[in-house]
């Protein structure tokens, strides 16, 4: 009997990675495991990527205000962005020196009155019938007031606090001194057919991001020189205080302006019913003409984010990432907008939309290596 022919299949099985099938699961699978692994590395490292953020919103100021000193004076980058940092150490050291021992004092004085304005509302809500007379908002406040005192000690006193601020003062002004080298540190990350693509989109971010940053510094400004100089002449006590605290609320729109707002509501009637009137008055005067005029010609020139956009973002970095995601969730929001905004100009320019884009890109997923 002739023996039995023997016969061996030269196709890959199905547990091979040979097989077209096994390969296209397996790529699939390694995309979204490293779309996890991604995603927790951020998670765990978020803290120190919202303060190297940090820390190029820093680099971003310091090369506005080095690149506006070269458009009037044709000087070397270097001279020029020593001459920026000299301006900001200088400004800040002389108003330390001139208003220091005035703001310590008014700060104490801040303390006391919004404490008093408690206790006041809180006997005014007792007396109505709206609170039980137990209640004591008086000592809610004094432990508002706690809390935010332990804060501010902490990031005063820590070490750990310290160090990070200086950390993205440093980081800041090496990225300041050459940008192009990371801009093209950067770009060594991404293959080389996108890179023209990715220039582009980090150039724009990297303009927005100044612009951005030079608008909010002069809004800062604007507002808290206004409410400084309405409030003295109202009479309203502490006002230098309250414009300081203005102006740098003012770097967190519309939740640092309510804030502002309470602040100098409350210390206006601690002097008298026509003073916390005038603060009323002062308050949305200086609001309105930063919401209508100032705003306005910023956002010509920079993201224009609608408002419930930008609050939505505050709420929801706040509550994610703390006060660091609050201060930071304005330039954030504005880079995903320009990067957003660079896709579609892409799928415009290859002559599809978008919606055609992402088709395509899901498409070319799908098929097998």
């Known amino acids: 009997m002739a023996a039995d022919e023997i016969k061996v299949t030269r196709e890959p099985g199905p547990n091979e990675l040979r097989d077209p099938v096994v390969r296209a699961e397996l790529t699939r699978a390694s995309v979204w495991f490293a779309l996890a692994a991604g995603v927790a590395v951020v998670v765990l490292l978020i803290q120190p990527l919202l303060l190297i953020f940090a820390a190029l919103v820093v680099a971003a100021m310091l090369d506005g205000g080095t690149r506006l000193i070269r458009k009037v004076v044709p000087i070397p980058r ?36 919004l404490e008093i304005q408690a206790a006041r509302l809180s006997a005014w809500l007792a ?35 310290i160090a990070s601020f200086i950390l993205v003062l440093i980081i800041g002004l090496f990225v300041a001194m050459d940008p192009r080298l990371y801009e093209r540190g950067l770009q060594w990350m991404v293959p080389l057919g996108s890179r023209e693509q ?46 300081i605290i203005t102006g740098m609320l003012a770097f967190i729109p519309n939740v640092g302006a309510f804030i502002s707002g309470v602040l100098m509501v ?21 609001q309105n003409f930063d919401g209508y005029v100032l705003l306005p010609i910023i956002a010509k020139r ?20 703390g006060f660091l995601g609050l201060a930071l969730a304005d330039p954030i929001v504005a880079m995903i907008k320009v990067a957003l905004e660079r896709r579609s100009e892409q799928a415009v320019e290859a002559g599809v939309t978008a919606e055609e884009a992402d088709g395509l890109v899901m498409q070319s997923e799908g098929e097998p290596a």
Do not use: H, N
């Open 78 to 113: 270097g001279i020029a962005l020593l001459i920026v940092v000299c301006l900001v150490i200088g400004f800040i050291g002389s108003v330390l020196y001139l208003t220091g021992v005035e703001i310590a004092a008014q700060a104490e004085q801040l303390r006391q009155t």
């Open 127 to 161: 007396e109505v019938g709206l609170m039980p007379a137990k209640s004591d908002l008086k000592g809610l406040a004094q432990q508002a007031l706690g809390t935010v005192g332990r804060l501010t000690s902490f990031i005063g006193g820590a070490v750990g606090a």
């Open 198 to 243: 990715f220039a582009v989109t980090l150039a724009r971010m990297a303009r927005t991001l100044r612009v951005l940053m030079a608008g909010r510094l002069l809004g800062m400004l604007v507002e808290g020189v206004l409410t400084w100089i309405l409030l003295s002449i109202a009479g309203v006590p502490m006002a230098l205080l309250l414009g």
């Open 266 to 286: 409350s210390v206006g009637f601690s002097a008298g019913q026509s003073e916390g009137l005038w603060a009323i008055a002062i308050y949305f005067g200086v």
């Open 302 to 321: 920079t993201v224009d984010m609608p408002p419930a956009l930008t609050v939505s973002s505050q709420v929801l970095a706040s509550t994610l990432f």
